[in-house]
């Protein structure tokens, strides 16, 4: 059974960073790569990386502010989150793919963790 368990949610102002952690059951996935909801609205891409680490992919919107890495000794991903903004609040999500290259729809992962809650206050 794939598990994916985050955590690094929380409340923090706006300027201010959050690292959220993704710790995967195995190691098998050819990438990994964190989403986003907000109330109302439609799940969105926010960044993936390759297993290898070596390639990674940002939203337009968190470019520069946002960084995903891994640690493969951990099985575990990251996403640090600087500048925050209210407008990122939301439940962050990450998913995971055994096969394929940086996917940004959804609908190309097949494992997916629980989510957790990142609110930004202004």
């Known amino acids: 059974q794939v598990q994916l368990v985050e955590s690094g949610g929380g409340l923090v102002q706006a300027g201010g960073s959050l690292r959220l952690s993704c710790a995967a059951s195995?190691?098998?996935?050819?990438?990994m790569g964190w989403f986003r909801q907000a109330p109302g609205k439609e799940r969105e891409f926010v960044a993936a990386i390759t297993w290898s680490g070596l390639s990674t992919n940002y939203a337009d919107s968190v470019k520069g502010r946002f960084t995903i890495s891994r640690d493969n000794a951990k099985n575990t991903v990251y996403l640090k989150m600087n500048s925050l903004k209210p407008e990122d609040t939301a439940v962050y999500y990450c998913a995971a793919r055994l096969n394929g290259y940086l996917a940004t729809g959804s609908y190309d992962y097949a494992y997916w963790g629980q989510g957790t809650q990142v609110t930004v206050s202004s």
């Open positions: 195995e190691r098998t996935f050819s990438a």
